[in-house]
């Protein structure tokens, strides 16, 4: 999938998001790379065998306090090769995106990694 295409989706994902959601995102970019840089992987603490499909860098909405200010943006960064990797056709890409971008968003709003596993083991899953 060319880089403009799959651009494209991730805003779509962006824009889909629930509005209660999209209101609240606050001082923050959301990019896509190709793939994960070395400082990125291990700022993530996956190992090399790892991969890593979305990235969010910055400070949770629960964790900013009143003099939260002039701090330059938060950033979700979706890499793009390990999506494309990781599926087999635009359709799935199309979901791994959406669900990547849910997944940084929530780290945005100071939701763990822990928590989203619960959340999502909860979740029930749609017949393909």
Not at 13 to 18: F, G, I, K, R
Not at 45 to 52: A, C
Not at 84 to 97: A, M, N, P, W
Not at 99 to 119: N, P
């Amino acid at each position: 999938m060319d880089k403009k295409r799959f651009e494209e989706l991730v805003a779509r994902a962006v824009e889909s998001l629930p509005e209660e959601f999209g209101d609240r995102l606050e001082n923050i970019d959301i990019v896509v790379a190709d793939e994960p840089s070395r400082t990125q992987m291990r700022q993530s603490g996956l190992k090399r065998n790892e991969t890593l499909l979305g990235l969010y860098e910055g400070i949770p909405q629960t964790e900013r306090g009143s003099h939260y200010g002039l701090v330059p943006p938060d950033k979700i960064t979706i890499f793009q090769k390990p999506i494309e990797d990781k599926c087999r056709g635009d359709d799935e890409v199309k979901k791994e995106i959406q669900r990547v971008v849910r997944h940084e968003i929530a780290h945005h709003f100071g939701i763990s990694d822990a928590r989203l596993r619960q959340i999502e083991r909860r979740r029930p899953r749609r017949a393909s």
